[in-house]
């Protein structure tokens, strides 16, 4: 491909045409890789990425250390999203989760309920109610699926 590239005279819109015509059977390649390839060739002087440069995100191991950091910067801020706390370390939000989760940690503060005015004769029907059928059967409350 980058033959066909120093073929076209460093053309990166004819080198794909080129190359399709020449190699039928093979992936073809778009402008924006060849210009990409041509730029990495002539930056680092090598063709192959990866060779001697290591790309994207360092890896990030998960120790003690990690993990405590973690903890107390969600305990200072339980609305923290696990994005932006992974933005904030450099770390992918799958790794705070997994921290996270790992402990039973609630990753996310969120309020889902709250009493309004209108709950409270709500909840006294409600206790009435659970009273007349356990006087009426004993072992209702043993019917019922708790769940929260």
Same mark, same amino acid.
């Given at each position: 491909m980058y033959r066909v590239f120093g073929e076209c005279r460093g053309n990166a819109n004819a080198?794909?045409?080129?190359?399709?015509?020449? &190699?039928r059977g093979?992936?073809?390649?778009?402008a924006n890789i060849i210009r990409r390839?041509? /730029?990495r060739a002539l930056e680092s002087e090598k063709i192959m990425p990866g060779q001697g440069v290591i790309y994207g995100r360092k890896p990030y191991?998960? =120790? #003690? /250390?990690?993990?405590e950091r973690f903890l107390q910067m969600?305990?200072?801020? #339980? =609305?923290?999203s696990s994005c932006t706390a992974g933005r904030r370390q450099g770390v992918s939000h799958s790794l705070v989760l997994t921290i996270l989760h790992?402990?039973?940690? #609630?990753?996310?503060y969120s309020t889902i309920n709250h009493l309004i005015k209108g709950d409270r004769l709500h909840?006294?029907?409600? &206790? /009435?109610?659970m009273l007349k059928s356990l006087h009426n059967d004993r072992?209702?409350?043993?019917h019922i699926l708790w769940t929260d």
């Amino acid at each position: 491909m980058y033959r066909v590239f120093g073929e076209c005279r460093g053309n990166a819109n004819a080198a794909p045409r080129l190359y399709r015509e020449r &190699c039928r059977g093979r992936r073809h390649s778009t402008a924006n890789i060849i210009r990409r390839l041509d /730029q990495r060739a002539l930056e680092s002087e090598k063709i192959m990425p990866g060779q001697g440069v290591i790309y994207g995100r360092k890896p990030y191991r998960r =120790t #003690p /250390q990690v993990e405590e950091r973690f903890l107390q910067m969600f305990a200072r801020n #339980p =609305t923290l999203s696990s994005c932006t706390a992974g933005r904030r370390q450099g770390v992918s939000h799958s790794l705070v989760l997994t921290i996270l989760h790992g402990d039973d940690y #609630p990753y996310r503060y969120s309020t889902i309920n709250h009493l309004i005015k209108g709950d409270r004769l709500h909840h006294l029907e409600y &206790c /009435q109610r659970m009273l007349k059928s356990l006087h009426n059967d004993r072992d209702f409350v043993g019917h019922i699926l708790w769940t929260d």
